[in-house]
């Protein structure tokens, strides 16, 4: 399977105005392929939302190395990141960040109009196409404010989806939403990333969100551990990961 | 094709951010389509009022190049009328100049109802209307005819046709000159009130039917007359030079000539500065008022807008795009904001309220509306637009995605 990301002894500082740098995350080894089911859980302030913008490429580490689809990305430049991440990763947050005034069809065309080929011209299209796959079919024209909790996600997911990303990288996706409609999120998610094959990696503090991937990990002061699947924040600290083949496997 | 999407996705970003802040893009814009619409008005009607002053300078003292000539003798003895008007009318002839005039001011009386008055008169030749835009209210300007009418004609002021009972002119009044030829004059146009100060009635005569009956009327001419004429610009000078000349030879010995340009184009700084320098200072701080206005709503806006174009960023919009979107926002809104600042001031400037404005000069050439005029309002507008939108442009640039979108 290819290769879509690859960490080796990341790591990430920042400089504080009044004190001593702040290590955040530190040896961090990842291996995610194309396909994976992810998850990492955490305490607040463990990094996750840090170790995330890392592999989301809006970010990068101040130590060790980190590849996607083969390129070292400390080396790209930033506008070629930039199209990179637009292009093969899509973003799910937890507060939806959907964009206020525009329709859920406007919002999902928004990624579509930083796709310079056929995407571009056929915006309106594959947005429709996209909404109506989430259950939004009837739905293209409402505003985001007139949209339930679990909508606004659907919205989200649809636009997170909608240039076919490779890498789905979901913050605290349920975070927002009551436990039957965040479990059905989850399962569109799911279901349309398996649809092309792309890899989804779920940060969360939801044990049983955490469970439905096949691969689990736990941020523990900046490191990144293998977990238990089932095991929440705080539990004990796993050594075998679930599920994944030692082609897919993680290196920790 | 690459880069034909490039800009359309940037130019469609654009109109979209538009429609949707379009309540703050209207606020906004309307100080820009306002101040627009102030300098295009001050740089139009800067235009008309400038064509209404040069058409008042040039009824009086001509077109340009009007160069007149004083002739005569050094010792100021008097010198033949005819020998000059013929070596002025060789000149004119020699040099090919299409427009001279013989110009000089006498008196006639006029019987009218109420009494027997005197009338001041100026004696010109037929050139003379078109060389000083002379205006008519009724009738015509002088006719080759005109010359052959033993009746002579008379073009009178409005103050003379009131004293006459404003009769059409054309019924053909007339009225009687007298003296010790008494002649009847015929009216033939009618030239309007110059203002409240014209109080007197005064007549335009053509030069060769005055040299008839003056001497019946008055005892000699009050001044000898003066000659102009009209030339190009850029051949006043040495027409000049060649004409005093010609005329001093005509006269012979003792003569003299002396030649002067007389119309407004003589003055050796443009009599018009002040009047631009105003218009042009107006309309600057107008404009960067009005700049001003939109550059304060425009970096607030963006600071509202952090999360928003972090958002974006993560869906791959690049530092350049951002910029690019940011400003083209801007320079969108701005550039319809001055296309309807500039439909207003052409409505504005052309409607009765400008006449009233330039104190009731109605003008022979009136401009239409200086295309000058809407282009430095469309390209001010748009420059004002990129320029205000170049600081929140960078503002949005230096956005983290990461705290735009925890912000």
């Known amino acids: ?252 | 094709m690459r880069a034909v999407t490039g800009a359309v996705s940037t130019v469609v970003e654009a109109l979209e951010e538009l429609r949707i802040h379009r309540g703050r893009v209207l606020l906004s814009l309307i100080g820009v389509a306002i101040a627009v619409c102030a300098l295009t008005t001050v740089v139009g009607a800067g235009a008309i009022a400038e064509q209404a002053n040069r058409e008042v300078s040039e009824r009086q003292s001509g077109r340009p190049a009007t160069i007149q000539f004083n002739v005569g003798s050094e010792g100021g003895e008097a010198v033949d009328a005819a020998t000059i008007d013929a070596a002025w009318a060789s000149v004119l002839e020699r040099y090919d100049i299409a427009f001279g005039s013989r110009n000089s001011y006498g008196s006639l009386t006029v019987q009218f109802a109420g009494g027997a008055a005197a009338v001041q008169v100026q004696a010109v030749d037929q050139t003379y209307g078109e060389m000083h835009r002379v205006r008519l209210i009724d009738g015509e300007w002088f006719g080759p005819r005109d010359a052959d009418r033993l009746a002579p004609a008379l073009i009178v002021n409005e103050v003379f046709w009131d004293r006459l009972g404003r009769p059409p002119v054309w019924t053909h009044p007339t009225v009687a000159l007298l003296g010790e030829a008494p002649a009847t004059g015929v009216i033939t146009g009618v030239t309007p009130s110059q203002g409240e100060w014209d109080t007197e009635p005064t007549a335009f005569v053509l030069n060769d039917a005055y040299a008839a009956i003056a001497p019946a009327t008055v005892p000699g001419m009050q001044q000898p007359p003066t000659y102009e004429m009209w030339v190009p610009d850029e051949l006043a000078d040495p027409l000049t030079e060649v004409v005093k000349r010609d005329l001093v030879a005509a006269i012979g010995e003792g003569g003299y000539a002396e030649g002067w340009r007389n119309d407004y184009g003589a003055w050796s700084e443009d009599p018009f500065l002040i009047l631009k320098l105003l218009v042009v200072g107006v309309a600057v701080v107008i404009l960067l008022l009005g700049a001003l206005g939109l550059l304060n709503i425009a970096l607030v806006t963006v600071r509202a807008r952090i999360r928003e174009i972090g958002i974006r960023r993560s869906f791959g919009a690049t530092r350049s795009r951002v910029f690019f979107s940011v400003l083209m926002e801007s320079v969108v809104g701005t550039f319809v904001a001055g296309v309807v600042g500039v439909a207003v001031s052409i409505a504005l400037v052309q409607s009765p309220l400008m006449t009233l404005l330039l104190g009731g000069v109605e003008l022979d050439d009136t401009p239409g509306f200086p295309i000058e005029a809407a282009v430095i309002g469309i390209v001010s507008a748009t420059a004002v637009g990129a320029l205000a939108g170049l600081l929140p442009a960078l503002a949005a640039v230096r956005v983290r995605v990461i705290d735009a979108i925890r912000f």
């Open chain 1, 1 to 252: 399977m290819t290769v879509l990301l690859e960490a080796t002894g990341v790591g990430r500082t920042v400089e504080l105005p009044d004190g001593p740098p702040l290590t955040i995350l530190s040896g961090v080894d990842l291996t995610v392929h194309e396909g994976d089911r992810l998850s990492i859980v955490g305490r607040s302030g463990s990094g996750k939302s840090t170790l995330l913008n890392l592999l989301g490429l809006m970010d990068s580490p101040t130590a060790g190395e980190l590849r996607f689809l083969g390129h070292d990305t400390r080396a790209l430049r930033g506008s070629t990141r930039d199209r990179l991440r637009g292009r093969e990763i899509g973003f799910v947050f937890q507060q939806f960040n959907l964009l206020p005034g525009r329709t859920a069809l406007e919002n999902v065309q928004t990624p579509l109009l930083y796709s310079n080929g056929r995407e571009f011209w056929r915006r309106e299209q594959i947005a429709r196409e996209i909404l109506d796959l989430v259950g939004l079919g009837d739905r293209l024209h409402t505003r985001p404010e007139r949209l339930s909790g679990g909508e606004q996600q659907r919205v989200a997911i649809a636009r997170a989806l909608v240039r076919r990303p490779r890498l789905i990288l979901a913050d605290e996706p349920t975070g927002a939403l009551d436990l039957e409609t965040g479990g059905s999120v989850m399962g569109l998610i799911e279901e349309v990333a398996g649809q092309t094959d792309a890899a989804l990696v779920t940060i969360t503090h939801d044990p049983a969100i955490a469970s439905r991937s096949t691969r689990h990990f736990r941020l523990e002061s900046g490191r990144l551990v293998p977990s238990d699947a089932g095991v929440g924040v705080g539990g004990p600290v796993g050594v075998d990961v679930g599920g994944v083949g030692t082609d897919a496997g993680v290196s920790v």
